[in-house]
């Protein structure tokens, strides 16, 4: 171990990587039009067993075009799971749009589906207008469940899509759904490329339907809404979101070695169970027994006053034991009422493929289970939950 820093997930560019690269400098195709784009697309829509892919400039522009091929627009709610990563929100506000809030489920650490059909019943019952569309996030790797979500969305005609820029590989194991990959059973999916995620193309992203006409649209809106012809002609506004030759390149090598890489997230995941087993306060990430999950980040819900400390001690510990920076990502730090209770703090551990790196920051978390050192921060975080209480303006 020794680069300055532990990383939280790094980019694996091996394979045919450069192959591809040099591919493209010889003929000259750098841009946003060239063979690796249309291949990359292909063999994209064939992986995860879509009709169609679209490739773009990240996933958060993949949401952006989803949220305009529904329609979206000024004045228009759309919900979204409180537990996410904010890209599943901006793209929301940039068309004007307003996002509402809907809590996470135990099981999953996705949406919860009832508050959905909940709140659709609500506001049918009340005569009062329904959101626009709902967007359902596959959070760190796993399936949201989708069954109940869509028979609410069905029922009142409100459209539905599916965010799974941190899912890529996540399959249903049961039900309805078996066999199916994330990302393919709404109307429209969306996929991140972002060098943290389980394949890169250094940044990019990926819309996938089976509807040929929102799969033209969106190629169409990711290219500056240009008409076909020698003059820049545009019917409409649109953006320069299309994906390089380049990026696609390293796409098509990347998508190429994503079965061994999930085989290495499951192996990652393995150790962490193995090295956690048993640890009060630690709760493992989900693993619905209908779902293949990808495990893309390892993450777990920490009860501060069962493990005896919160996030930011645990972060100070694992760089004071390694003696360097260790990067962990804060999932849930929002009050009770907004985090219902799905995790009192959570953090991603690191996620790469070396048992060192694992098996350290495993031992380390679980020091903090000496029971007699246990016992005086759970007094010491008592105490200091009773004070801050009563220091509280009533």
Same mark, same amino acid.
């Given at each position: 171990m020794s680069e300055a820093r532990i990383?939280?997930?790094?980019?694996?560019?091996?394979?045919r990587t450069r192959d591809y690269l040099d591919e493209c400098v010889r003929s000259n195709y750098v841009s946003a039009v060239g063979p690796f784009v249309d291949r990359f697309e292909r063999e994209f829509a064939a992986y995860v067993g879509s009709r169609f892919a679209v490739a773009c400039a990240s996933g958060t522009a993949a949401i952006h075009v989803a949220l305009r091929?529904? *329609?979206? /627009?000024? *004045?228009?709610?759309?919900?979204?799971p409180t537990l996410t990563f904010v890209a599943s929100a901006n793209p929301i506000l940039y068309e004007r749009a307003a996002p509402v809030l809907v809590d996470a489920e135990r099981e999953t650490w996705n949406m919860d589906p009832e508050l959905v059909a909940e709140e659709l019943d609500r506001?049918? &019952?009340?005569?009062? &207008?329904? !959101?626009k569309a709902v967007e359902a996030v596959h959070i760190l790797g796993h399936p949201a469940r989708l069954e109940p979500l869509a028979e609410a969305c069905t029922r009142h005609g409100v459209a539905w899509f599916e965010?799974?820029?941190?899912?890529? *590989?996540? &399959?249903?194991?049961? /039900?309805?759904?078996i066999g199916r990959h994330v990302g393919t059973i709404g109307r429209l999916g969306c996929y991140s490329f972002n060098g943290n995620k389980i394949i890169t193309t250094g940044g990019g992203g990926m819309i996938t339907t089976d509807d040929p006409a929102l799969a033209r649209r969106a190629k169409h809106l990711t290219t500056q809404a240009r008409l076909p012809g020698p003059e820049y002609r545009h019917d409409e506004v649109g953006y320069n979101y &299309?994906?390089?030759?380049l990026a696609a390149a390293v796409g098509v090598a990347q998508l190429e070695q994503l079965p061994e890489f999930l085989a290495a997230k499951r192996r990652i995941a393995a150790r962490y169970d193995e090295g956690?087993?048993?640890? !009060? /306060?630690?709760?493992?990430p989900p693993r619905a027994r209908w779902a293949e999950p990808s495990l893309w980040l390892y993450s777990v819900g920490i009860d501060a006053l069962l493990f005896g400390r919160g996030w930011r001690a645990l972060v100070a510990e694992l760089e004071a034991a390694s003696g360097? /920076?260790?990067d962990l990502v804060v999932l849930n730090d929002a009050p009770p009422l907004l985090a219902h209770e799905v995790v009192a703090d959570g953090t991603c551990l690191v996620c790469r493929d070396e048992d060192e790196r694992v098996r350290f920051v495993a031992r380390t978390v679980s020091r903090y289970l000496d029971t007699a050192h246990l016992r005086r921060v759970q007094h010491a975080y008592l105490r200091e939950r009773t004070e801050a209480r009563r220091a509280r303006p009533r």
């Open positions: 990383p939280l997930s790094e980019p694996c560019l091996t394979g091929l529904l *329609g979206v /627009g000024p *004045g228009d709610e759309v919900l979204v506001r049918a &019952r009340k005569g009062l &207008r329904q !959101p965010d799974a820029s941190e899912a890529l *590989g996540a &399959r249903y194991a049961d /039900g309805p759904y &299309r994906l390089s030759n956690l087993a048993g640890l !009060p /306060g630690v709760t493992a360097r /920076g260790v």
